[in-house]
Antibody
């Protein structure tokens, strides 16, 4: 059974960096068949895919165009986890952030973290 | 890339069937057989209900079924039950994007 456990601060000041971590159990961040994603949800933007990292003989990353200049998703093989960094945040980045595995089938998020409400406010 | 279009709300009585639509373009829904549906109860993470347009993961009741015609995918819930009251989101592969979500539909059981 795969479990994803999120951690990170729930309050970030404007212009600073949002940082979250997703610890994986029951699978490996280095899996050749899974991709590890960050998704956020807000009343104004709905569900929005942000980015992913995955390993296919080497590491790859993909990012949503809307955040491409501000986002980094990194794997941490030593701790079997992956992280999200979103720079230069504004109040519009206030949302519930989820990590999720795409591994059951193509483009299918089968396991999700518990969600972290991140508020951007001074 | 714009979000896929879903009706804001759908309602039905217990035992009835409801069908939710998800309209995209030939670049997403119409171009790939990789449409998924998620159920989300308040305060919870989304739960996978349908993948590859019409396949159900183990544990999902066969009251839930999916289909697609052209640029529109559909989720039908038969024999509506109280616990089906939730928000439902579609999602499609969109090539290099690679995922685009729908706007979400609130299902109300009357």
């Amino acid at each position: 059974q795969v479990q994803l456990q999120q951690s990170g601060p729930g309050l970030v000041k404007p212009s600073q960096t949002l940082s979250l971590t997703c610890a994986i159990s029951g699978d490996s961040v280095s899996s050749n068949t899974a991709a590890w994603n960050w998704i956020r949800q807000s009343p104004s933007r709905g569900l929005e895919w942000l980015g992913r990292t995955y390993y296919r003989s080497k590491w790859y990353n993909d990012y949503a165009i809307s955040v491409k200049s501000r986002i980094t998703v990194n794997p941490d093989t030593s701790k079997n986890q992956f992280s999200l960094q979103l720079n230069s945040v504004t109040p519009e980045d206030t949302a519930v952030y989820y990590c999720a595995r795409d591994g059951y089938a193509v483009s299918t998020f089968d396991y999700w973290g518990q969600g972290t409400l991140v508020t951007v406010s001074s | 890339q714009s979000a896929l279009t879903q009706p804001r709300s759908v309602s039905g009585s217990p035992g009835q069937s409801v069908t939710l639509s998800c309209t995209g373009t030939s670049s997403d829904v119409g171009g790939y057989n990789y449409v998924t549906w998620y159920q989300q109860h308040p305060g919870k993470a989304p739960k996978l209900m349908i993948y590859d347009v019409s396949k159900r993961p183990s544990g999902v009741p066969d009251r839930f079924s999916g289909s697609k015609s052209g640029n529109t995918a559909s989720l039908t819930i038969s024999g509506l039950q109280a616990d089906d009251e939730a928000d439902y989101y579609c999602c499609s592969n969109a090539g290099r994007l690679p995922y685009v979500f729908g706007t979400g539909t609130k299902v109300t059981v009357l």
